[in-house]
Structure formats: C-alpha cells, structure tokens
C-alpha cells in the first residue's frame, strides 16, 4: 500500500484558552514558512486567519480557519480556533480531524480552565500533544511557573524540550534540551536565529531539565536509558525517533517556547511540528464504525467533512479531510446521510479567507470544496454507499435563549432563512419554535455566542432583529380529585344545541400526561359523543384555567350524562366537556408549575461562596461541590425563570471565568407569591393583546 503522501502530512489543531496567542502564533508561522510575506497583527486586524469583520472588531477568533505551511518537504496543515467558550464546536471540530494538537499557553497565566477543557478532549480522541507556552515577554511572564502549572494540570509527563534565556522584556532565545544548544533572536524577521553557546549561567539549569527530558524520553525505550545512564552519546536521531513514539502514544508532552509577535523561536517550533508530531500514516488506520479506513491512496475515496462556512456570495464552503484514497476534483461522490449523490467540481486549498485551487487531496490531507448542494458539516463523503460511521465530537448544549423577532415586518422569511444556514456553519445554534408559547427561539452556548449570530445576521445577509428574554413554558396541574357537570344547551329556531356531561378529576401519578377514561353506563351519552367530550377537555387544557398554560398530570373520567335525540351534537358534546374540565380545575385546586433545571457550574475556587449565596437567592438548591484543579463543579437546581439573565451575571461573580451548562430537570409547583406574579403577568398580557 502507498503511505507516501500521508508520511509528508501534519494536521495540526492550534488549541488553547482566549488570549493565548493563537492567531498570532498562526501567523508566525505562516510568515516564518514563507507562506505570507509580512507579519499581521490581530490588534490592527491584518491576520489572515480573524479575516472577518466581527473577528476583528472583537479582536478574537469567532470560527476555525485552515492554513498550510510546506516546511522541510512536508506539508503542515493549521487549523487555528477559537478559546473564547461560545465557539468550542470549532475548537472540538479541528481535534476530530488533526493527528495533533498544539495547545498554546499564555506564560503569565499558566494552564487556564479552557485549556484543561481541551485537553480531556484531545485525550480522550487520542491525539498526540504538543505545548508552546507564548508571551515570554510579558509582564510577570514567567516559563517555570507555567510549566509547574501544566504539571500540576497534566500530570508528569509534561516535560521541557526548551527553556527560554531571558525573563519578560528581556527574553531574547531559547536552549534546545534535545541537542544541548543555544539559539538567540534579533528583530522579527525570518533570518532573526543565530546559534550562540549556552550562557554560563544557565548551564546547571540547562543541565537539570535536560535530564528531567531524558529521564521522560528513556521510558520510551529501554536501549536508550541504559546507553544514558552509562553516559554514551545519544544521537540526535535517537531523541528525536524516542519523542516522536512517546508522543504520538500519548506518554510525553514536550513544552516548547517562545514568543509568536516577535518571531522568537517560530523556527524551533516549525522543526517540532514536524520532527516530533505524527504523521496520518504514523497514526495508521482510523476506526469509523464497522469500517477501518488506512491512510493509503489506492483505497477508496473516504472524506469527512467537518466545518461549513457559510459565504452570502461564494455559497456554502465545506472543509473535509481526506481519511482514505484521493479526492479529485470532477469527481462524483456519495453522501452518506443525505444519500445524494455530489459532483466535486472545484478542490481548493484555504489560506484564511483566500482560496488557492488544487487538482486533488490525498490520504490524510485537508481542504475545502465549493457548491456541494446536500452536504454540510458532520457528513462522510464517499465513493460507494458504504456505513462508514465517522462524527463531531458532541458540543456542548446552548443555556442562553432568547425569543428572536424580524425588526421589519415581512422580514420573516428572510432571517429565518439566513439562520438556517448559520446553523449549518455552527452546530451548537439551536433555533426552534416554542410549541407552547409560540415564539421562535435562537439559543447560544453564551450571550456573546448570540450577540455573533445577531451581529452576522446584519452583516452577512442584511436581516436586522430584536432579541427578548424568553417566556418561560409554565404548566398548570391539579392538587386534588373534583367532579362537575358541563351542560351546553342553545335554542334557535329550528334545531337547537344540547350536551351534557358529569366528569371527575384527579392527579395522575408522576405528575405528566393526560388519561382520558369512560364509565358511561346505559347509554346516558351515546358512544359516538364520547371523543367529542373528551376534544373539549384537552382544548380547555391546552388553554389552561388559571394563567393560560397548558394542564398536565390529569386523569379524566366521564361518568354519566344525557343527550337528546334531535339537538345532540359533536359540537355541543365538545363545548359541554370543556366547561365541565374547566368547572372541576377550578374546585380541584389548580395550581402552576415551573421548570427547574439541573445547573453544573465551573467557576475559580475563589468565587464558591459568592457563586452558591447568588443561586440561593435564586431559589436554588446546591446539590454538591467537587474540586477539579483551580476550578470547583457546583452542581445545583435552579428555577429557569432566574436563569434567563444568568450569563452575563455570573461572568461579573466568577471575572470571565465561569462557565455553565444546564438541563431539564423535572416541574415542580410555583411558590404562591410567585404563582400572584405570573397570573397577573399573564392577565395584563392578555388585556394588552385584546386592546
């Protein structure tokens, strides 16, 4: 089997918490390759993966974008993301297609809790980690700290393969643990690294860490750490070939350095990618359901499509990495979840929001394709109709809801339409319409996730709306069992209107549902009326009796009645059963109920007391702490009428750095100030709505 386009292929994630640096390492390295011929700022907006105008005016990555290097014969390809949590889909999306991930650590920060997110995902899809701690020249930088911190995180093996020279303002190179050399940076530009001896007083430490890296690399192998110890040379080659298998099992992270707006060691870390990160050929097969797809180009064409973006002129771009065979342009192919069949017409190779063109993709490699008709991200492209099982890694689910209306009216179509094809583009947009309340509802992982969907709305397709809190889906139920009679009957000339029914309800076990029950004896209602009673009971439970909300949790049973043999009439047996439920609730003592949610916070130890005293005041009820690394999980149930608002409240408790996901739970009864509350907000509503 040929591997040989796969062995010169590195996918490679570029992960991390918001503000690390990622972007700017991107472009790093994207200059350094001579890929780009100037460096970009994400300050001055001239990236060239935070292309869009929302990116840089809010100076941060909003969606992933896909870059590649060629770099001593291989080709590497980036995908930079998102840190900030509303955008961790694209984040989850680049770790399901790249061998690797380099997680890029701020150096004055330390291992954050968006970083620790990342890298259970990374571990538990097996893929092979690298650290580049970036911002060594900052205030209160500090290298040994930050790597104290990732151990702590990480765990052991977290091992130095570099130390910087130099502390904050003052760094100026970095030492190779690997070779024992010393390489110092002048300016930014591509020519900037000249080898230098180790200075003096760095030697001991030097000496230190690098036996702390050899000590991690002899467990790879065995060979190695008895030539080691008995002081023979260890080659280059050796080191590196150790690392590379000890990385690519996932037994060693080495933690590079550097600083990626000044250029400083983006050269080392170019040499990383490539001599310490696997290759899709090194990784071998990939498990997808029933099939195993080999990295090798003469099997059949498998491609897994992983983002869609979403473009008002050139159309729906998707990004697909190649898994098995070769992808070429002018090609038909099949869709497995749709079942169309696509022609690939156009193959092309992004660089940022640019677009190169490529006659085609071998085994492992990445790349986008224009004008597909049925496919969109999470799909698997294929020559045949084979069941082959490959997904995104589940995303987290949206806690932050608001109703959305069109500001102009007539407009409905038109924004409906264009957030349909945002969710195409980011799969953790939930929109829906609220059955019971009616209203459309867009949810995001964070208010700053909606404010993007409302601010692209604009920008890309021209759709203005207005954002509200959403109702709250309150129900109604009854505490207690009551019968009534309801009897409907109306003269006019000709014939007339006559139904009649005796009732009885009751709270059904477990609270939900509906049970409708006969026990009519004699014929007192002819069995035909019967379904008509039992319509006018749902349609007066659907409307409600005490604040408009739909009843649940009732049994029903229709005991006796009468009829007349003329007047009698599906109609009549219907408004008869209604006003009969509606008499019996109100004896029944109906009562309103109100979702509680299941609420699992992440927030900074520091911030427990205040973040547990603020859901008391919520009328919530912690469930539990448990301490994970800097960061404590509360658990608790919380009403979702205090929920609404919640987000931004929270980021001013915890300082930006809490975050929370919630679920249902189950319906439990209103407190009766707040029940006052709802039927008069309900009653004003109403009025406002008739006048």
Known sequence: MSHSAADKVRNVALVGHRGSGKTSLNEALLYQSGAINRLGSVADGTTVSDSAADEKAREMSIALSLSSVDWDRRKINLIDTPGEPSFVADALAALAVCESAVFVINAVMGAEVGTERLWKRAEELGRARLIFVNMLDRERADFFRALESLKDAFGPHVVATEIPIGREHEVRGVIDLIDMKAYEYDGDGRENCKEIPIPEDLQAQAQEYREKLMDEVAEVSDALMERYLEGEEISHEEMVTALKKGVTEGHVFPVTCGVATRNLAVNRLLDALEEDLPSPAMVGPVHAGEAELEPAEDGEMVAFVFKTLADPFAGRINLFRVFQGVLDHDSHVHNKRSGAKERIGQLLVPHGKEMGHADEFGPGDIGAVAKLKETHAGDVLSESEADIDLGLPPAPSPVMAF???????????????????????????????????????????????????????????????????????????????????????????????????HIEIEPLQGGDGFEFETRIKGGAIPQGFIPAVEKGVREAMSAGVMAGYPVKGVRVTVYDGSYHSVDSSEMAFKIAGSMAFKKAAEQAGATLLEPIMTVRLSIPDTAVGDVIGDLSGRRGRPLGTEVKGSMTEVMAEVPMAELLTYAPHLRAITGGQGEYTMEFARYEEVPAHIAQQVIAGSEKDEATAAG
Not at 428 to 438: I, K, S, Y
Not at 479 to 497: D, E, L, M, P, V
């Open 403 to 501: 109703a959305i209306e069109p500001k102009a009216k007539g407009d409905e179509d038109k924004v409906f339409t264009a957030l349909r094809r945002l969710q195409e583009e980011d799969p953790t947009l939930d929109l829906h319409r609220d059955a019971q309340t009616g209203e459309q509802i867009v949810a995001g992982l964070t208010q700053i996730h909606v404010e993007v969907i409302v601010d692209r709305l604009k920008e890309r397709f021209g759709a203005e709306v207005n954002l509200k809190p959403p109702r709250v889906p309150y129900q109604e139920t009854i505490k207690g069992s009551a019968k009534a009679q309801g009897r409907y009957k109306k003269q006019t000339g000709g014939r007339g209107q006559f139904g009649d029914c």
